[in-house]
């Protein structure tokens, strides 16, 4: 397991996940690549909205969308990867 950073882009980490086999690979804007995504973060910049950042191996973002609280980013679907089997840190 790889611990998240205490912020990501700039927004402090919350709550994160880690799959040693990523949860999905996501396609590339070419479509020709895939990028591995390894960690997952539910991220607040200072008093803003929430995020759930998808990351690679490294914790760079390659993804993120906006959510009203952390639980619904935590519980909010995805059609890449089923969030009731990640199991979330606090951080």
Known sequence: MKEAPEFLDGAQVIFWAWSDPPFFVMSS????????IHGLAICRYDKGPIYR????????VENDSDFDTAEAAMS???GQYDV??????KR
């Open 29 to 36: 804007a070419d479509g020709m690549t895939g990028v591995a």
């Open 53 to 60: 950042f998808s990351c690679n191996a490294e914790w760079n």
């Open 76 to 78: 909010g679907l995805s």
């Open 84 to 89: 009731h089997k990640v199991k979330w840190q």
